[in-house]
């Protein structure tokens, strides 16, 4: 149990730094993959619900801490998204690689639109067929691009985890 916190939280920080940091220059017409959003999906469909809410709303308090903007409102949809996605897990082979793509894409573009509805719609600008071609969409793709590899780093951290526990639980 503590070696999967201990990875959640160095996830969770990795995430962060490397989207506050490197990403801010490696971009496409200003936008960036969400690497928490990536993460918490990632964990959700190999954990389920329970350590995907978890996480979620930890990664999103983590995400509103560092944006400096109202706290709270990442960690509700990142709690939502674990949520959402984890509840799913029993009912999908959650171990391919192509059903991470997919909820990836389709958590991208429901989790984004949020985002954007209450940050930019609510202030009155109601172009959304321009917000979710020029931001919405491609980020669901650079999303779904980077999901390739982080999704591969935590089928192997958790394979890991649950190899070094059944060598425990034979003593």
Not at 25 to 41: C, G, R, S
Not at 70 to 97: E, P, Q
């Amino acid at each position: 149990m503590r070696s999967r916190i201990v990875i959640a939280v160095t996830g969770v920080f990795i995430a962060i730094l490397l989207q506050t940091t490197i990403l801010e220059y490696i971009n496409f017409n200003n936008v960036m993959p969400n690497l928490l959003l990536v993460f918490i999906v990632s964990v959700a469909l190999l954990r389920g619900n329970i350590e995907g809410a978890i996480l979620g709303f930890f990664a999103g308090l983590t995400q509103d801490i560092v944006s400096g903007k109202v706290i709270g409102f990442y960690a509700l949809l990142g709690m939502y998204l674990g949520l959402i996605v984890g509840s799913l897990n029993k009912r999908i082979y959650r171990d391919n690689v192509f059903v991470a793509l997919f909820f990836t894409f389709s958590s991208s573009i429901v989790y984004e639109t949020l985002v954007y509805f209450f940050g930019v719609f609510l202030k009155g600008n109601t172009d959304f067929l321009n917000i979710f071609t020029k931001i919405i969409f491609p980020e669901a793709l650079y999303n779904t691009a980077s999901a390739i590899i982080i999704f591969y780093i935590v089928v192997k951290a958790e394979r890991r985890i649950n190899k070094s526990q059944k060598s425990l639980r034979k003593y």
